[in-house]
Structures are given as C-alpha cells and as structure tokens.
C-alpha cells in the first residue's frame, strides 16, 4: 500500500503555538497535498507540493518535502481555536494514475 | 448551488438490504471517486471514475457497485449491506488526469444494523 502515515495522531496545543504535523509515505510520488477535515464534514484542500518543491507556504501554512526521506510536514503558525480539525496528507502516484493515497490523520485541538 | 453534494446525509439500514447513495457535482469534472473512511484507517477509495460509462476498482471494491450515466453523478450501491459496511462515505471529484486536487462532498453517514 501507498499509504501515508501521519505523525502525531493527536496534538493539542495552545492558541497561538504552532503546530506541526508530519507525515511518511511509502513511494515514488509527482505531489502531496494536504487536507483538513472538520468534525463531520468532508475533506477540504489546504495546499499540493510537487515533487520538485522542496517547501511551498499559504498564508499560516507552511509545508515541506522531502523526497530522499519520503516525508512532509505541516506547519501551522499562530494557531487558533478555528484550526481544530483533522488533517491528512495524500499522496498520488508517480504512474500518474488519478488515485490518491490517505493517511490515517493528526487530530489537531487548539485550546483557547 | 454549485458543487458537489451527496444523499442521503444519514442512512440506517439492516443487513441484506441494498443501499444506494448518490453523489451529484456542478462542475462538469471529469473524474469521480467514492471513499470510506473508518477511524483507524483513513479513507480508502472504493471505485472511481474518469468519465461517464467509465469506471474502475479502488481498494476496496468489494460488495460495492458503482455507475456513471452522467457526468455529474456518480451512484454508489450496497448490493447486499453487511455491518462491516457501516462508515462514512465520501465522494469527490477533480478536473483532470495526474492526481491533482479533489474536492469532497459532506459525507454520507451509514450504519447497518
């Protein structure tokens, strides 16, 4: 399986701190993205990495890749309560094929 | 409203019964998927689609039957539901070939009893 793996699979923070979530992946891939998922609602797109990319930002978000390691992470600066949520990172195949990859998920609490 | 919606948003059913939900999207995106998600094991992708009268298997395919008539629905059927088939269930849908960025409806509750 191509699976990702995220790590922590719970963090809890205070409002402000970052946070940073990672995740491990198994193969050759073209991009990763991340999502959030909030409780009961479906997924929502946060931001795709390309394999050639090393580190892209979006607003509070910042994200890395390394593809020596097969890892990312997820940073979030100056969290806020409105960041709990779940988020998983997805990997695509490097085949091209159209399927993505979930991982398991960190479940991100932000205390106010 | 434009997007991707999905029905129902709860369903209750009993073993053996057949369950379809449907998924509807307003954007004319060639490729559909249908994913389960079960706490421990993230989503997993059931079928997918990349256009209408195309389909294919997922990971998890099994006791699922899948159809795309129309480019902007994408039906998920339980022939014959088992309890192991209780999840949530997702679909989404994206533009174009090469694992780009998908958009998920709300979700789809089900418990089989």
């Known amino acids: 399986s191509q699976q990702g793996e995220e790590d922590p699979q719970a963090l809890s923070i205070q409002e402000g701190e970052n946070a940073t979530m990672n995740c491990s992946y198994k193969?050759?891939?073209?991009?990763l993205q991340w999502y959030r998922q909030n409780s009961g609602r479906g997924l929502v797109h946060l931001i795709l990495?390309?394999?050639?990319?090393r580190e892209k930002h979006s607003g509070r978000l910042r994200v890395t890749l390394d593809t020596s390691k097969k890892s990312s992470s997820l940073l979030i600066t100056a969290s806020r309560a409105a960041d709990t949520a779940s988020y998983f990172c997805?990997?695509?195949?490097?085949?091209?094929?159209?399927?993505?990859?979930f991982g398991t998920g960190t479940r991100l609490t932000v205390i106010p | 409203d434009a997007g991707i919606t999905q029905s129902p948003r709860y369903k209750i059913t009993e073993t053996g019964r057949q369950v379809t939900l449907m998924c509807h999207q307003t954007?004319?995106?060639?490729?559909m998927f249908w994913y389960r998600q079960d706490l421990g094991h993230g989503l997993r992708l059931i079928y997918y689609?990349?256009?209408?009268?195309?389909?294919d298997k997922g990971e998890v395919p099994d006791g699922y039957v899948v159809s795309r008539s129309k480019t902007e629905n994408f039906p998920l059927t339980l022939e014959s539901a088992t309890r192991s088939q209780t999840s949530v269930y997702f679909c989404?849908?994206?533009?174009?070939?090469?694992?780009?960025?998908?958009?998920f409806g709300p979700g789809t509750r089900l418990l089989v009893l």
């Open positions: 997805a990997t695509d195949a490097e085949t091209g094929a159209n399927n993505l990859f």
């Open positions: 193969t050759s891939i073209n991009n």
């Open positions: 990495i390309r394999s050639n990319e």
């Open positions: 954007w004319s995106h060639s490729y």
């Open positions: 689609s990349a256009a209408a009268d195309i389909t």
């Open positions: 989404a849908s994206h533009e174009r070939q090469g694992g780009e960025t998908q958009y």
